[in-house]
């Protein structure tokens, strides 16, 4: 089975990234066929920093890597060193219906929210539908945001089988109930771009406030409070250990939950959780050289792959003449 998805270095990876679908792939390395990358393209739709996105891909490299990705056990590399997606998606845009890109929410959330659209952020779903069909994945782990592009992805493949004959595998997306989405700070989805976010790898003050400034209602100490609704909790139980999780749950619900000292807890456990990785990290980013090795071999594997698929799709569509 070939487990593929990609991650966008449009800003600092944050807790959002690591539990709906860092994790989630890391578990995968050794059950399944691998296919991790970096999605600069996708990144460009919200991107216009040269700087920032060239650093955001070689750090998002090391974050990966730093938390536990083995090279030699998947297919890792970055999105633009394969350009032949780019060939893909056109050929996909052009069978694309523009009502079924109309229709999705992270599109209409984005502009809803204030950010400036381009072609780009209205085409993502056709970029990310070539990337899942280039490699012919059968599964991709997401958070629940990514739900409705994974449909867009299996209605656009079904179309193109239907028109030009049996061509792509039709993928499946996964989604972990449990994950779903992670709250940010101020209880909205956590993303990048939305400046609500806590990020993976911060130094110990940084992650003390940020941690400190996650929204919580003002219900006494004393009172029962919703854990399913509280921010705090919706992050807290997914790094304190699962007895601690429990106790917690159970003040939450009969009363003695205090925010202030839970989210003090919260810094140490986050701080320990993320240690041997953190060190990891920065040895990688010292010296680039391995990094960039590694998604340069990662590239070769994946350009190999891809390339197949798209002699296919050249031929089923008449641009091989
Ligand atoms: N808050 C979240 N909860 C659960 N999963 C999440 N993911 C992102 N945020 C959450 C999952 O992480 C993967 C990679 O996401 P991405 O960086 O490619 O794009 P995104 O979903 O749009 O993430 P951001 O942070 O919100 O980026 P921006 O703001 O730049 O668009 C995906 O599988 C996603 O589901």
């Known amino acids: 089975m ?6 966008q270095p449009s800003g ?17 390395m050794d059950r399944a ?24 891909t070689l750090e998002a490299a090391a974050d990966f890597l730093a938390l536990g990705l083995d090279p030699n056990r998947c297919v890792f590399w970055v999105q633009s060193d394969v350009p032949e997606v780019t ?12 009502g079924l890109l109309e229709r999705c929410h992270s599109y209409k959330d984005k502009i809803a929210k204030g950010i400036s659209p381009n072609h780009g952020l209205f085409a993502y779903p056709v970029l990310m539908a070539a990337d899942i069909l280039l490699y012919q994945s059968n599964l991709v782990p997401v ?35 449990d994950i779903a989405t992670i709250p940010g700070v101020d209880g909205q989805k956590m993303s990048k771009s939305y400046g609500n976010t806590i990020e993976i790898f911060l130094d110990e003050k940084e992650l003390r406030k940020k941690v400190m400034s996650i929204t919580t209602d003002s219900t006494p100490v004393d009172q029962p409070k919703n854990p399913e609704t509280c921010n705090l909790f919706q992050i807290y139980r997914h790094f304190a250990p699962r007895s601690r999780v429990e106790e917690v749950h159970r003040l939450y619900i009969e009363g003695g939950a205090a925010y202030g000292t839970l989210k003090k807890e919260l810094v140490g456990i986050l701080w320990d959780y ?23 071999m990662g590239a070769e594997k994946a350009r190999n792959i891809g390339e197949k ?8 569509v008449g641009t091989r003449y």
């Open 309 to 316: 698929t798209l002699e296919l799709v050249r031929q089923r």
């Open 12 to 28: 600092s990876l944050h807790l959002g990234n690591y539990l709906g679908m860092m994790k989630p792939m890391l578990s995968y």
């Open 143 to 177: 958070g629940k945001d990514q739900k409705q592009h994974i449909e867009v992805t299996r209605d656009i493949a079904l179309k193109f089988n239907y028109t030009y004959g049996d061509t792509f595998v039709i993928p499946e997306g996964e989604i972990s109930d």
């Open 33 to 56: 066929e691998l296919f991790v990358f970096i999605v600069n393209f996708h990144a460009l739709t919200s991107v216009a920093e040269p700087d920032k996105l060239a650093r955001g």
């Open 2 to 7: 070939r487990v593929l998805s990609g991650i």
């Open 87 to 98: 060939e893909l998606a056109w050929i996909l845009t052009c069978i694309t219906p523009m």
């Open 274 to 296: 993320f240690k041997d990785s953190r060190e990891k990290r920065a040895e990688l980013l010292a010296d680039e050289t391995y990094i960039r090795k590694v998604l340069a």
